[in-house]
């Protein structure tokens, strides 16, 4: 298995500039995760979906965050517009019910 | 609320010698997990030890080990003849059976000397 993939792994846009993340999970498992890291709050979760469906999206800091899951096997996070505060690292996750998530290797957003 | 707080920022120790991170969690449930996590400087998240709330057998991985502490909500990291490859920062987490949501520490940055 590949594990959890996500691309790109780093991207720079401008203030204003949408921005699409995306995320590949390991097949089979059924629950998919989006976090932020930053310095500051550390690891934040934005939101997650289960069997496609967002379940909790409490996380997500403004209307400018939004995402989806057309189907089990990729699910982007887009901001539209981007600011420099959107910049950190974007971690997707993939799990079954159960264990501990497996993560992919992050995006790291710079927003300039 | 769940909180897991890791009170250790930093730390440092040589080559060999073994090394405990500490983690303290505030959950009023009865059945959870509890995870440590380490991640290098290439960023990439990795799952160290994994304990399960309702197993009074501390969780075992090679060099890794933890001390959990039901009561006291202590759940510790012993990394024994650390390398330097040990060298990351490392997260402790806390999962609520039932739940989906990974709640994590602030982290400690450890530095492996050689």
């Known amino acids: 298995d590949a594990g959890v993939i996500q691309s790109p792994r780093h991207e720079v846009t401008e203030m204003g500039q949408e921005v699409t993340l995306r995320c590949k999970p390991i097949?089979?498992?059924?629950?998919l995760f989006w976090y932020r890291q930053t310095m500051m709050r550390g690891l934040e979760l934005l939101i997650y979906f289960n069997n496609n469906v967002p379940i909790d999206d409490s996380g997500m800091p403004e209307d400018r965050f939004s995402a989806k899951m057309p189907n089990a096997s990729f699910s982007t996070l887009k901001i539209q517009p981007s600011e420099p505060r959107d910049s950190a690292v974007y971690f997707c996750?993939?799990?079954?019910?159960?264990?501990?998530?497996?993560f992919g290797s992050g995006t790291r957003l710079t927003v300039v | 609320a769940q909180t897991v707080t890791q009170s250790q920022p930093e730390m440092s120790v040589q080559e060999a010698e073994t090394v405990t991170l500490s983690c303290t969690y505030d959950t009023s449930e009865n059945n959870y997990y509890l995870f440590w996590y380490k991640q290098p400087p290439s960023r990439q998240m990795i799952l160290v030890i994994r304990?399960?709330?309702?197993?009074?057998q501390n969780a075992t991985e090679n060099r890794f080990s933890v001390n959990f502490q039901k009561a006291a909500k202590s759940f510790s990291l012993k990394i024994s003849d650390s390398q330097l490859g040990d060298t990351a920062m490392y997260f402790c987490a806390e999962r609520i059976q039932g739940a989906q949501k990974l709640v994590f520490g602030q982290g400690t940055r450890l530095t492996i000397n050689p």
């Open positions: 304990q399960e709330a309702y197993k009074q």
């Open positions: 996750a993939s799990s079954t019910r159960i264990y501990g998530y497996t």
């Open positions: 097949s089979g498992h059924d629950y």
